[in-house]
């Protein structure tokens, strides 16, 4: 797996994640309306992940 690679599951990875939240939300999983504290905190690591995939994807086709 290249470098490259890894940085698109990466950001598949994240969006997956951040469409999951929204999806959850819409289920109405949680108390509170709108985005909760934990939702917060798991949207702010999925947007980590996003970034590393980010950050991977310029360092080309060099095995991971």
């Known amino acids: 797996m290249t470098k490259k690679q ?8 994240g969006i997956f994640l951040i ?14 309306q709108g985005i909760g504290p934990a939702q917060k905190l798991a949207l702010t690591g999925a947007g980590a992940i996003i970034l590393v995939g980010l950050s991977l994807l310029p360092r080309g086709d060099r095995p991971a």
């Not at 890894?6 to 990875?13: K, M, N, R, T």
């Not at 469409?19 to 509170?32: E, V």
Request: proline share 0%; charged share 10%; no cysteine.
């Open 6 to 13: 890894l940085g698109h599951s990466f950001i598949f990875l």
């Open 19 to 32: 469409l999951a939240l929204f999806g959850i939300d819409l289920l109405g999983a949680g108390k509170f």
